[in-house]
């Protein structure tokens, strides 16, 4: 398990992460909403061994990193403290991963900021750029108001059992989900929505990777991910027996597709 003992100051956050190796390659890994760093517990371990610079982070409000008193997770602000890590830990061209929220993130980082990066692996996320069917621009619009219809008490067992299909992940979604206070989750799923904007046309300019379980249902991820590999001409990395959180579902066979990927790519160490 890698300890996020460094901290970063941030306007209104502080933000905790952690740099592990020393190789010439960097691979900087950025978890989902309501999560935090340790869903890339194996992942982490695994490119380290493999001689990757390896840098895992929580997100302001998320884990160990802190939010100030009145201050509200915001899109803007978590693609600023992800720029300012990248400049905390002096690193040049990492390839970033993300899943949900933080492929979301990446990909518009990498949007806005192509050159900082060498490569994207974006993990069980829907696709910022896609076109929507009318169905699922509905359902964008009533994700967060369906969600703050439930219970507080209920909603991170709701939310763990829709996101993991293995019982230690649901149990281990279960117990991090439920430290996040509803009203930040609810923010922190706004801000999830809001990298949601259809651009027909734009392609990134720097390597692309797709990974997602088998069995992940949340959101249109399990149509929009093939259509996305189609519009690339890449083929998207789909892993057995994995729901949304892939990672705890299906460590190794996660940790397989990243180095895979990142081998394909010729970013070997």
């Given amino acids: 398990m890698v300890t996020v003992a460094r901290r970063l100051v941030r306007p209104g956050a502080d933000i905790a992460f952690a740099n592990t190796g020393s190789g010439a390659r960097a691979v900087l890994l950025t978890h989902g ?16 061994q493999h001689g990757y610079r390896t840098i895992v982070w929580d997100m302001r409000g998320h884990g160990q990193s802190t939010l100030a008193p009145g201050t509200r997770f915001t899109a803007s602000d978590a693609l600023d403290d992800l720029a300012a ?9 990492p390839v970033l991963v993300g899943h949900s929220l933080g492929g979301n993130l990446t990909q518009a980082f990498v949007r806005a900021h192509a050159d900082r990066v060498s490569g994207h692996i974006v993990v069980d996320s ?4 896609g076109s929507l069917t ?20 209920v909603l991170p067992s ?16 279960a117990a991090v989900f439920a430290r996040m206070p509803k009203r930040t989750f609810l923010d922190v799923w706004r801000a999830t929505v809001s990298f949601v904007a259809p651009e027909p046309g734009y392609h990134p300019t720097v390597p692309l990777g797709l990974v997602r379980g088998a069995q992940d ?20 990395h789909v892993i057995r027996d994995a729901g ?12 397989h597709a990243l180095l895979q990927i990142l081998s394909q790519w010729g970013l070997e160490t």
């Fill in 126 to 129: 829907t696709w910022n750029a």
């Fill in 217 to 236: 249902r949340t959101g249109n991820i399990a149509t929009a991910m093939p259509r996305w590999a189609r519009a690339e001409g890449i083929t998207e």
């Fill in 33 to 48: 909403a309501g999560l935090d760093h340790t869903m890339f517990d194996a992942q982490a371990a695994a490119l380290t």
């Fill in 158 to 173: 709701q939310m763990a059992r829709a996101s993991a299909v293995t019982p230690h992940a649901i149990a281990r979604a």
């Fill in 85 to 93: 890590l990248m400049d905390e830990c002096q690193v040049d061209g």
């Fill in 134 to 153: 009318g169905r699922e621009r509905l359902a964008l619009r009533l994700a967060a108001p369906a969600l703050a219809l439930i219970p507080a008490r």
């Fill in 244 to 255: 949304h959180i892939v990672t705890w579902d299906a460590p190794d066979a996660t940790s």
